[in-house]
């Protein structure tokens, strides 16, 4: 049994300490001790059982809050204050160097909380290790100076969560889309060189990749490129070759016919959108962006982007390579083929691709041996996208959406510059989200005690909070100068303003979003209902409560001219702080605060029994109900062998749902060489990832590929995400 201390390192539970520390408080004072022996070994017993009982490691905090709590119980008043003292005053000499033994805990490499903060990152290397005492330097910033207080409490206290603290103290936002079309057609600048128009297909590439890197490096969320703005490319090689290849026959005095001159010609063309897209699969993996990780880019794959009907058949190459190629993976050290985490691939379904008779139907089977295999691409349906949104494009990353284009239609014009503009054409490509912050619906629900008319009172004072909370994000982001992040605000990555002009203008009047996340729908409905939102009782309730953040922001939006949007947040590593918040307030309360870890969003519970047609059903009305950022998903079992069954699930998403995906496993032990599926067993109250053929419990020496937040994660999640994933059930 393991307790975290306070620079987030992991100690074994040693029930001594407590009893000695409480020893010295009941001998401390003039009079009688207070507590006899055996109440102290009680105390100290009742403590111990409890963190036994709790199913993770608590904190040094929390276990001394317990000993107050027992203390008092036991009709010891005197005692409990001076332990209460003693403690103060220990905090407060700490108070002045928290950050310095936060930074060192984290260069020793000891501080768990940091290990398990973000699965796709290592914390061991330099590069990771340099970004997170950057964090903490931001984040002591944020606290001490840059936030009021009652946000920083309401934070700390997990009523509410302020995302990325660690990057607050920049003028940096979260997520975008690049327009990456501008950049390649109109030219960039990449660390003072231009970068003009690429003459080929495999140089696009090449250049995509280092606008990529470029754009992670000056914002610290997601960002999505688009495959169709590569195209245009392939047909500038297409003519390249053609050039080469008469020019070769030429040479040895050929003049063959002209079917097969068109045949060697796709042959290479083959040959280079096969290399080009290899460089953006490996490069991806491979970068390390300042932030100590790979890129979190998502490519879109969307038929109906093209602009003519040669274009549609090169965009269609291109997609079929790139998924060819996740198809096979990416070799680990050990020169064995494992799933990646990156690129996300995006994967829409159209008239185009979803039917046998559909000319691209081929696409969508090749797809769907690729979801089987490797979970990508997930799926974005036009025909629900175009009901809900009146537009299809892709997420900024995992899941986090634009507000349908405003100010085209308002007359805006050009504001950012963009040289690809198109006067009366609704734009998406170069816009961005400003930042999110997230509100604990299970805290609103047990702050009322199950009171409805007192939960709407709390409810609205929380979104209040969440609303001064998310202000602070955009004011934190006026007055940035363009110079700030030359790649993203002067050279077409997001806009081309002037040197030294502030990009003001892009945070309002729709260009950009800000998001109000939500999470643990399901807890909050089942405390305030007794029941699951999926029962038909409840979920009217549920309905509500999303109906009610959406007025909220609808609200914020007219009052203020910005796009304020609600976000079904993704909860990677908060869903274990709202977790251990929670049982702090509250206790443990069955099938609310049990876990150590709360619900996602909207979803339906990972234990909950569902098949995966009525949960796509169920959840596709709460994505119609969280506009900024949503995605439902399916827990399948091994698919490669059924084909067939997984289509059918693709076909149902294009009729029900606007972007889903399919959760399956892909696990490799490089210690013995088992490629099925690593387990999640329990250690000393900890739960750790374990091979079931050797036994290998050594994390760096296994690939465990799962999905999470919208992204495919690796094993080094923490212990709320990892019993999370533990507790799922298939829906197929």
Not at 29 to 48: A, F, M
């Amino acid at each position: 049994m393991k307790i975290i201390k306070r620079n987030g390192s992991e100690e074994t539970f040693d029930r001594q300490k407590i009893w000695n520390a409480i020893a010295k408080a009941n001998v401390a004072g003039e009079g009688k001790p207070e507590l006899s022996d055996r109440q102290i070994d009680y105390i100290s017993l009742v403590i111990e059982d409890y963190c036994a009982q709790v199913g993770r490691a608590l904190s040094v905090e929390e276990i001394q809050e317990l000993v107050e709590t027992h203390i008092i119980l036991q009709g010891a008043p005197e005692t409990a204050k001076r332990y209460i003292r003693y403690r103060f005053k220990r905090n407060q000499v700490r108070a002045s160097n928290t950050t310095d033994n936060q930074i060192l805990s984290l260069i020793e490499c000891n501080n768990e909380e940091a290990k398990q903060e973000n699965a796709n990152k290592n914390p061991i290397i330099n590069s990771t290790q340099r970004d997170y005492m950057a964090g903490e330097v931001s984040r002591d910033l944020t606290r001490r100076l840059l936030l009021p207080e009652d946000i920083v409490k309401a934070h700390d206290e997990g009523i509410i969560h302020f995302h990325d603290a660690d990057y607050y103290a920049q003028h940096m936002h979260n997520c975008d889309l690049v327009n990456l079309e501008d950049m390649l057609q109109n030219g960039t600048v990449i660390t003072g060189t231009l970068i003009e128009k690429p003459h080929s297909f495999a140089t696009a590439c090449n250049i995509a990749t280092q606008i990529v890197a470029q754009v992670a490096s000056n914002q610290y969320g997601g960002q999505s490129i688009s495959l169709a703005h590569l195209a245009p490319f392939v047909q500038i090689s297409r003519e390249k070759i053609r050039g080469i290849v008469d020019a070769e026959m030429a040479a040895i005095g050929v003049t063959p016919p002209e079917e097969k001159i068109s045949q060697i010609v796709e042959a290479r063309l083959r040959d280079e959108i096969r290399r080009g897209v290899q460089t953006i699969q490996y490069q991806v993996v491979t970068l390390l962006t300042t932030n100590g990780q790979a890129p979190f880019v998502t490519v879109f794959m969307y038929l109906g982007e093209a602009k003519n009907e040669q274009e549609k058949k090169d965009l269609a190459l291109i997609i079929e390579e790139t998924l060819l190629q996740r198809y096979q993976g990416v070799k680990n050290e050990s020169g064995v083929w494992v799933t990646p985490a990156f690129p996300k691939l995006i994967y829409v379904l159209e008239e185009q691709n979803i039917t046998p008779d559909s000319p691209y139907w081929y696409l969508t089977e090749l797809s769907a041996k690729c979801t089987a295999k490797r979970m990508v691409p997930d799926y974005i349906s036009e025909k629900m996208m175009l009901k809900l949104k009146g537009d299809v494009y892709t997420c900024m990353g995992c899941r986090s959406f634009l507000t349908p284009d405003r100010f085209t239609d308002a007359g805006v014009g050009n504001i950012a510059n963009a040289g690809n503009y198109e006067p009366g054409k609704h734009k998406y490509y170069g816009r961005f989200n400003q930042g999110v912050v997230t509100i604990n619906l299970v805290d609103v629900a047990l702050s009322s005690g199950g009171d409805k008319e007192k939960f709407w009172n709390i409810f609205d004072e929380r979104l209040e909070l969440c609303h001064r909370a998310l202000l602070c994000r955009h004011e934190r982001l006026k007055g940035t100068l363009s110079d700030a992040a030359p790649i993203l605000w002067q050279y077409g990555a997001l806009a081309r303003l002037e040197k030294g002009e502030k990009i003001d203008k892009l945070l309002y009047g729709g260009y950009s979003t800000i998001s109000l996340g939500y999470a643990g729908l399901y807890e909050c409905v089942l405390y305030m209902t007794g029941k699951s939102h999926t029962d038909p009782e409840a979920t009217p309730f549920a309905l509500s409560v999303m109906q009610h953040m959406n007025d909220a922001c609808a609200k914020w939006k007219a009052d203020s001219n910005i796009d304020f949007s609600l976000y079904g947040t993704p909860l990677e590593s908060t869903t274990y702080k709202f977790a251990k918040c929670l049982q702090k307030r509250f206790g443990i309360i069955p099938g609310v605060t049990d876990k150590s870890y709360i619900t996602n969003s909207y979803h339906v519970h990972v234990s909950e029994e569902i098949d995966a047609f009525t949960k796509l059903s169920f959840e596709a009305q709460f994505q119609a109900l969280s506009p900024g950022g949503a995605i439902s998903y399916v827990e399948v079992p091994n698919m490669q062998n059924n084909i067939p069954a997984v289509l059918k699930v693709i076909q149902f998403i294009y009729d029900n749902i606007m972007y889903a995906e399919l959760n399956t496993k892909s696990d490799y032990c490089q210690v013995c060489g088992y490629d099925g599926e690593i387990e999640i067993v329990e250690d000393d109250g900890k739960l750790v990832w374990q091979c079931p053929n050797c036994g290998n419990r050594d994390q760096n020496r296994m690939n465990v590929a799962r999905r999470t937040c919208g992204y495919i994660g690796t094993q080094f999640w923490n212990q709320g995400r990892t019993q999370e994933i533990k507790d799922r059930v298939l829906h197929l």
